[in-house]
């Protein structure tokens, strides 16, 4: 598991195009802004202000829900015969109160909410939610059937 640096963060940011489509009311309820905000401002605001890379207790802290969780994906992935398929582990967080302080994925990203890393409490079935939309997202036709 690792979390990424700032430049990586900036990356995501301005690869992913998620962030030049976010409509008003998202802005709104995402970045708490009420100005119209341009696809430049939005990207500076979430390089800036809202992700962060994990401190190293943080990620320290993280480390036994992984491990949990690794061995809950192991056996759904088994069903899907996917088990030898590995997604490494990347993680970001949000500072509270953007992104409706919820868990997501982004790219190959699980984004993380401060409020969610400072209350443990199932941690694992967070993870293992989350590392689902990974592999969802990179052997759609996996999931389909």
Not at 92 to 111: E, P, Q, R, S
Request: net charge positive.
């Amino acid at each position: 598991m690792r979390t990424l640096s700032k430049i990586e963060i900036e990356n995501l940011v301005m690869d992913y195009p998620h962030y030049c489509e976010l409509q008003p009311h998202e802005i709104k309820a995402r970045l708490n802004r009420f100005n119209n905000e341009s696809q430049q401002d939005i990207q500076k605001i979430y390089i800036d202000e809202v992700y962060e890379p994990l401190t190293d207790a943080e990620m320290k802290r993280l480390i036994p829900a992984m491990e949990k969780a690794n061995v809950r994906l192991y056996k759904v992935m088994k069903m899907f015969g996917l088990e030898k398929k590995v997604i490494p582990w990347k993680v970001v967080k949000t500072k509270n109160g953007f992104d409706w302080d919820l868990c997501h994925t982004k790219a190959d990203v699980i984004i993380l909410p401060q409020r969610k890393l400072n209350d443990n409490k199932d941690m694992a079935r967070t993870l293992t939610h989350e590392m689902i939309h990974l592999y969802q997202r990179y052997y759609p036709m996996v999931f389909k059937r």
